[in-house]
């Protein structure tokens, strides 16, 4: 069981199953939603996320046609993404958000091709 929650402890959730794979993307989408150099996400199955308290307080993007990406209203957190028509079973939750300890044996890198130059690694 993984908790976690937003910046402003207004959105609180829970993810009752295992992860499919932790990934860092570097597409200009994921740069400009987290204002870094990439965003790490884990993937999980939507039926096991489940919000405690504060969904209302989601807000919702459209940041491409297949793309939803949701953070809360209040503090701005990026909370997940989901491919809305390829595979809407499927959630990418932010892993900064994660209260309980995470771990993972590989990271993957993705959208390598806009990787920032200045990243050492």
């Known amino acids: ?9 207004a959105i609180k959730f829970t993810v009752a199953g295992n992860f499919d794979s932790v990934s860092h993307c570097h ?3 994921c740069q400009k939603q987290h204002g870094a ?13 489940h919000y405690i308290r504060g969904e209302s307080q989601l807000t919702i993007y459209n940041s491409s ?11 701005g ?14 959630v990418g939750l932010a892993v900064g958000l994660f209260d ?13 091709e806009s990787k920032e130059k200045w990243l050492l690694s």
Not at 100 to 112: G, P
């Open 37 to 49: 150099a990439y965003a790490t996400y884990a993937r999980f199955n939507r039926e096991d996320l």
């Open 27 to 29: 597409c200009k989408m």
């Open 100 to 112: 309980s300890e995470f771990t993972c044996k590989a990271i993957k890198d993705l959208h390598l």
């Open 65 to 75: 046609d297949d793309i939803l990406r949701k953070f809360c209203k209040t503090c």
């Open 1 to 9: 069981m993984i908790n976690g929650s937003c910046l402003c402890g």
């Open 77 to 90: 957190s990026n909370i997940e993404w989901t491919r809305s028509i390829a595979n809407p079973k499927k």
